[in-house]
T-cell receptor, first 115, second 113 residues
Framework: NAGVTQTPKFRVLKTGQSMTLLCAQD?????MYWYRQDPGMGLRLIHY???????AKGEVPDGYNVSRLKKQNFLLGLESAAPSQTSVYFC??????????????FGPGTRLTVL | GEDVEQSLFLSVREGDSSVINCTYT??????LYWYKQEPGAGLQLLTY?????DMKQDQRLTVLLNKKDKHLSLRIADTQTGDSAIYFC?????????????FGSGTQLTVLP
């Protein structure tokens, strides 16, 4: 049971390039989330998904797109990267009926630098 | 939305107690959480408290909740160097499947030998 995994661990992009971050979980969780972490700002929710084929916007969705074609995978896309998207990105998952409710399980993060 | 607030830094000596404070905003939160992030890693749930409790103790950890002031604290007794990490408080906002965790900015705890 690997939990939540993220690919890649590190990436450097040039402004305007595109990329996709992959999150995978093997716990059969219904809910999945993408956050970004910036110094002194905690974690901010980008997008989330409550089930296969459904996605919703979080607090800071602009410049990002997501897809959840399979229950175990949640993809985060940057179509045209900007230096303001330099951050550490975390994926998380949770399941219906757990106690305590809303507990999320996090991946190890992807450090993205946009030059 | 309104912020969940924490101080950014805390330094303590090994063996002392650490107290990390947090103020939250949503009085309807059923649970309040403390997450720990070690260097280079993701967040892990450390402990939580149900909103109808004032205090919860779990080995070296004590969580205090003051609902009137919307104040949450985490006390770590006999702090060790392995406790050095960033600690995030979080509250749950929203309803149904749209319920989300809102995190504070995190408190960097440094334990000095």
């Amino acid at each position: 049971n690997a939990g939540v995994t993220q690919t890649p661990k590190f990436r450097v992009l040039k402004t305007g390039q595109s990329m996709t971050l992959l999150c995978a979980q093997d716990m059969n969780h219904e809910y999945m989330y993408w956050y970004r972490q910036d110094p002194g700002m905690g974690l901010r929710l980008i997008h989330y998904s409550v089930g296969e084929g459904t996605t919703a916007k979080g607090e800071v969705p602009d410049g990002y797109n997501v897809s959840r074609l399979k229950k175990q995978n949640f993809l985060l896309g940057l179509e045209s990267a900007a230096p303001s998207q330099t951050s550490v990105y975390f994926c998380a998952s949770s399941f219906i009926g757990q106690v305590p409710r809303d507990t999320q399980y996090f991946g190890p993060g992807t450090r993205l630098t946009v030059l | 939305g309104e912020d969940v607030e924490q101080s950014l830094f805390l330094s303590v000596r090994e063996g002392d107690s650490s107290v990390i404070n947090c103020t939250y905003t949503d009085s309807s939160s059923t649970y309040l959480y403390w997450y720990k992030q070690e260097p280079g890693a993701g967040l892990q749930l450390l402990t939580y408290i149900f909103s109808n409790m004032d205090m919860k103790q779990d080995q070296r950890l004590t969580v205090l909740l003051n609902k009137k002031d919307k104040h949450l604290s985490l006390r770590i007794a006999d702090t060790q160097t392995g406790d050095s990490a960033i600690y995030f408080c979080a509250e749950s906002r929203g309803t149904g499947s749209a319920r989300q965790l809102t995190f504070g900015s995190g408190t960097q705890l440094t334990v000095l030998p």
